[in-house]
């Protein structure tokens, strides 16, 4: 098994060799250009590169926005799943019972989720659900306080999770849907708070905010002032209408079209952070990793079978989503939904506790690594 992964990596850094070249000539012909010296400092380019992402997204969503609801996730979701374990689970300097008890934590969300899709019925999910989330957090408050000796921080953020926990419980239904569309911007906030915690740093987060909070406030107004038009158009097996019943139902469907538009904006802003920016502030020094430094940063994270693993999860989605599109990405968001619960639960264990548990992962990942 060793060898067979062991040229496993050597096929793969071959395969790369290529690309990487033609990576290497492109960053001489751009870097050489009076904008492109400006790249070369980490700052500005993970600035830049979070504004042009938010571009990116913000085009789409206004021009395609079906394509980016129903295609996004099915492509970018398990990989975006991947990078949650990897950077919120497997790099942060975590006590190995600490990253147990994690990954268990989100084996009840996705039988909650799960089971009612294969027919087994689950009375009061949702409430059980809201119920289940609140102990967690909870009790990650609990241990990360105490474990960092910090137990004053409790009196702050312990009645905050336990007010917001009894709310979503009396109202689990609608709770479900605040949250899918409140935790797209955690990703932002995890960016800031664990991954932005160098000195000054955090000025560089002033302009993707901003960008990304007109961005959003344009597509809502773009879906209240063509709201009856956008919810008539129909691809990829959906209407936007019909998306509007899911994500915001009960609301006029102006305000239902124009809440659709900022999530399938905000999602692809959460891809892009996970995908791109986060992976790019963990590298040590002003240089970027190259694609085969990419990959070996990935072996040491995952190991080879654990990569192996990714891919194939991954592709497979793909693959079932080229012969069922609808089924494909409704199982995919169904089932991924625990990962918003892991993502709130790390930034429990931040606020309580130590942020500095990421900081090796920001400084451990050399270039050459």
Known sequence: MDRVVARAEVLGEQLLLPVDRARAALNRFVLTSALGRGLIRKETRIGAQAVAGIGVAFLLTALAPLLLFAVAPVVLGVPHLAADLRYLVLQPRYRPLVRVLLVAGCVPFV????????????????????????????????????????????????????????????HADGARIVFAHAHNVVAIVVWGLLFRARRGARRALVLPVACTAVATLALVGLGLARGPALAATSAFGVQLGTIGGWLAPGLPQRAAVALVLSYVFLQSVHYSIWLGLIPAETVRGEAARSFRMSLRALLRDFGALGLLAVAIVSAATIALG????????????????????????????????????WSRACRSSAPGS
């Open 111 to 170: 039988l909650l989720r799960g089971l009612p899709c294969i027919g087994v019925p689950i009375a009061r999910a949702a409430p059980m659900e809201m119920a289940f989330a609140t102990l967690c957090l909870g009790a990650a408050a609990i241990a990360s306080a105490l474990g960092a000796g910090r137990a004053r921080r409790l009196l702050f953020v312990l009645p905050a999770v336990l007010a917001l926990g009894l709310v979503a419980s009396r």
């Open 322 to 357: 080229t012969r069922d599109l609808t089924r494909t990405r409704d199982a995919y968001l169904t089932l991924s939904a625990f990962h918003g619960y892991l993502e709130l639960a790390v930034l429990v264990i931040a606020l309580s506790g130590r942020r500095d548990l």
